[in-house]
T-cell receptor, first 113, second 113 residues
Framework: DSGVTQTPKHLITATGQRVTLRCSPR?????VYWYQQSLDQGLQFLIQ???????AKGNILERFSAQQFPDLHSELNLSSLELGDSALYFC????????????FGNGTRLTVT | GESVGLHLPTLSVQEGDNSIINCAYS??????FIWYKQESGKGPQFIID?????DKRQGQRVTVLLNKTVKHLSLQIAATQPGDSAVYFC????????????FGKGTMLLVSP
C-alpha cells in the first residue's frame, strides 16, 4: 500500500459531463501529481502541485483543471468529457518537489460512454 | 485483469532465471531515473531509482545500470519469481528542479513457474 488514496475507483459517465477525481497524498507528502494512463499513450503527466501551489504543467487539456487544498488533498476536474478521455487517472505524491520517488495511488478508471 | 497497454514488448522467463529489462531514454538533460512495477489493477509501484552521478545501484534482488553515453537504462532482477510478473516502466526526470517524470512505454515481464 503506497499510502496514496484515490476515489472513486471506477467512474462511468456520458459525453459532455463533468467529473471530479479525488486524491489524498501520503502523510507528510507536500507534492501531488496527476497522470493519465491510456492504452495508446502510456503514462502522461498532467499537472503538479506543491503545498497548494501549481508547480508544473504537462499535457493537460484546457477542459481539465486541478487544485490542491490546505489539507493537501487534491482534486482533478474533468469537464465536457469526450470518449477519448476514457483512461486511468493516477495521483502520486512525494515529500519534495524536486527529484524524488513518486508514490502512486491505485487510480480512478474513467469510462466515458 | 486489466491491461495497461497493448503491444508491449514482452519478456518471458522461467522462475529462478535472472531478468534484464532495458530502456532507452532520449533527453540528455535527464539526471534522475526510476523503475516502476505495475501489476494489473494497481498503480505503479516504486522499485529503485538512480541519479546521473551513478552508474549502478543495487537493491534487494534488483540492480539498475545507467549508461549515460548511450542513454540506456536497465533493470536486472535476480532469481525472478512469479510474483515479479508485471509491466515495468522506466521513467526519467530532467534537472528542472521539479519531479515531473516522463515514462517509457513499458515492458511486460511474464514469469513461468
Amino acid at each position: 500500500d503506497s499510502g496514496v488514496t484515490q476515489t472513486p475507483k471506477h467512474l462511468i459517465t456520458a459525453t459532455g459531463q463533468r467529473v471530479t477525481l479525488r486524491c489524498s497524498p501520503r502523510s507528510g507528502d507536500l507534492s501531488v501529481y496527476w497522470y493519465q494512463q491510456s492504452l495508446d499513450q502510456g503514462l502522461q503527466f498532467l499537472i503538479q502541485y506543491y503545498n497548494g501551489e501549481e508547480r508544473a504543467k504537462g499535457n493537460i487539456l484546457e477542459r481539465f483543471s486541478a487544485q490542491q487544498f490546505p489539507d493537501l488533498h487534491s482534486e482533478l476536474n474533468l469537464s465536457s468529457l469526450e470518449l477519448g478521455d476514457s483512461a486511468l487517472y493516477f495521483c502520486a505524491s512525494s515529500v519534495r518537489q524536486d527529484n524524488s520517488p513518486l508514490h502512486f495511488g491505485n487510480g480512478t478508471r474513467l469510462t466515458v460512454t | 485483469g486489466e491491461s495497461v497497454g497493448l503491444h508491449l514488448p514482452t519478456l518471458s522467463v522461467q522462475e529462478g532465471d535472472n531478468s534484464i529489462i532495458n530502456c532507452a531514454y532520449s533527453n540528455s538533460a535527464s539526471d534522475y531515473f526510476i523503475w516502476y512495477k505495475q501489476e494489473s489493477g494497481k498503480g505503479p509501484q516504486f522499485i529503485i531509482d538512480i541519479r546521473s552521478n551513478m552508474d549502478k545501484r543495487q537493491g534487494q534482488r534488483v540492480t539498475v545500470l545507467l549508461n549515460k553515453t548511450v542513454k540506456h537504462l536497465s533493470l536486472q532482477i535476480a532469481a525472478t519469481q512469479p510474483g515479479d510478473s508485471a509491466v515495468y516502466f522506466c521513467a526519467e526526470s530532467d534537472n528542472s528542479g521539479y519531479s515531473t517524470l516522463t515514462f517509457g512505454k513499458g515492458t511486460m515481464l511474464l514469469v513461468s513457474p
